[in-house]
């Protein structure tokens, strides 16, 4: 899973071509490492038609508010650059990531 920050989420996300899945994460934030090894997963079963990228909003929070991310988890799809959908906190589940996946590919 590629880690993007402040520098590089620009190019592998915004302006990267086709869809992109954006982790949001925060250091001190249990949902979002109990989520993790379930986003891995999916990274090996999607990672060839979809990019997998995590942002960890303690280190970009401006980033994070400038794209609304104002709680975590938060599991966003990116289509060429437009963020076209995500799940937020509660919804923010294994399955229901799946489900969001499957529509983008």
């Known amino acids: 899973m590629l880690v993007v920050d402040k520098e590089t989420f620009e190019t592998e996300v915004l302006k990267a071509e086709g869809t992109v899945l954006v982790d949001y994460f925060g250091d001190g ?11 891995e997963a999916l990274e090996k079963t ?3 038609k979809i990019k997998f990228t995590k942002l960890n909003t303690t280190a970009a929070r401006r980033l994070a508010i400038g794209q609304k991310i104002l709680g975590l988890p ?5 289509k060429d ?3 076209v959908e995500e799940l ?3 919804a923010a589940t294994p399955e229901n990531v799946e489900q969001m996946l499957k529509k983008y590919i």
């Open 29 to 39: 934030c249990e949902p979002c490492k109990a989520l993790l090894p379930h986003i």
């Open 46 to 48: 999607y990672g060839d």
């Open 74 to 78: 938060v599991i966003a799809i990116y």
């Open 81 to 83: 650059g437009a963020k």
């Open 88 to 90: 937020v906190k509660e």
